[in-house]
């Protein structure tokens, strides 16, 4: 499993790579290998502001639907069109080609209160 540096977490796994103003959100590598085959992922948020720690979307998996946490609060300007048709991705390279929403932060300084990668690590016992 990997923990880049670069990412804040959430207890939730959940990543979030800031970007000025905008950040990138995903889910974990532990995550993923949780849930198993990803087969449909479910964001119906684009346009909304949602809170942290509120749902903003769904990912279903061969065996279970699982929410996704949203890791501080911001609004969803965007989902990865390519996780449509290619929900696999985020099996595949979920800190990469994988990614799940692109958001505009409400407040940057949120991001200090999330997981560092060494933090997330030793919760899921890595």
Do not use: C
Request: avoid cysteine; proline fraction near 3%.
């Amino acid at each position: 499993m990997t923990f880049p540096a670069d990412l804040k977490y959430t207890k939730d796994h959940e990543w979030i790579r800031v970007e000025g103003e905008e950040a990138i959100i995903g889910i974990t590598d532990f995550a993923q290998r949780e849930l198993g085959d990803i087969v449909f992922i479910d964001i119906n948020t684009v346009g909304d502001e949602v809170s942290q720690d509120d749902v903003f979307g769904t990912v279903e998996a061969v065996k279970t639907v699982s929410d996704l946490f949203m890791p501080i609060t911001a609004t969803v300007l965007s989902v990865n069109e390519k996780i449509d048709s290619s929900p696999e991705l985020v099996n595949q390279d979920p800190y990469g080609e994988g990614w799940l929403v692109r958001v505009r932060l409400n407040n940057a300084a949120d991001v200090e209160g999330l997981l560092s990668a060494t933090d997330y690590e030793a919760q899921v016992g890595a």
